[in-house]
């Protein structure tokens, strides 16, 4: 069982951490995740256009085109790595896969925005007969569970401070690494210069840890910024796939079931993120580095 865990966990984390020993710099170009957020959300949008009998293609691509772009200025505003600019930063990225999605419904642009408030989803929808609904992410339960679970591997504790400045839980390890899968390395590689497979951060669905063990402030501090643009890769999954499939599960539901819904979002559906792991996972390593756009993202904006 602990075997089967941590092959599970070795899955679940192999595109996330931020790896120490990186041979090689693949592309981690901050323009080149302008055009792919711009053009992966103008597609977006235009697919749902083009399901429309209504549905204006080309309008459609151009709005969710600059959904993207404003998802890529929030994560800008992270990675700056002022603790101020952190949660305006997690709500501009969300606030930008937002615009996409209300592109792909043919809506107006801030008639329907879903923003990420942890462990809650805020919904607004000017005008509406009910403008405010709240909702909690099972996603974010689940998140947080994990790192619980796991506060005797990350020797981590809740940051409560941190965790207000990102919009969610971020804990803080003494240590100088941590080692997410595996067995557990003797005790001296949590401290000076780690053991193989040894991360700085982890994040995981929502949940950041940090390390200042050896570090300064400011090492600390990008590091919570790297993981934070982690958050924003989750939240973005979640607001144009996550919560709509979640949506839809339960539109048709009666009774109990359609209760759940109005009370919980069961956000389980992330195609991005699915897809990110997968070809981190299976296509060959570069010059000793798997291919794992959310790292390349992350690291564009708050390096390594
Ligand atoms: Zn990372």
Known sequence: ????????????LCVIPAQLHAQDRLPERRELFLALNAVVSGVYAAVGAATRDDGNVLAAFAQGAVGGAVTWSGQRLIGDGRPAFRLPGV???????????????????????ILPVYPVYLRIRPGAEDP??????????????????????????LDWRE????????????VSHLYPSGPLPSASCFNGNGCDD????????????YTTGGRSEAASRRIIAHETIHL????????????PASDALFAHMEGPFAWIGEVFVIDAFLPMTGLNHALACTLPHHGGESWRLYEFEARAHAGR
């Open 1 to 12: 069982m602990p075997r089967l865990r941590s092959a599970l966990l070795a899955l679940l």
């Open 91 to 113: 709500q501009v990225a969300a606030l930008g896969a937002n615009l996409t999605r209300n592109a792909a419904r043919g809506v107006p642009a801030f008639s329907d925005l």
């Open 132 to 157: 405010f609904s709240v909702r909690v992410s099972g996603l974010a339960v689940a998140s947080l569970a994990w790192a619980s679970l796991g506060a005797d591997r990350f020797r981590a504790d």
């Open 163 to 174: 965790s207000l400045f990102t919009g969610g839980p971020v804990f803080r390890s003494t």
């Open 198 to 209: 040894a991360v700085a951060g982890i994040h995981w669905l929502g949940t950041s840890i």
């Open 232 to 243: 924003t890769q989750v939240h973005r999954d979640a607001i144009l796939f996550g919560v």
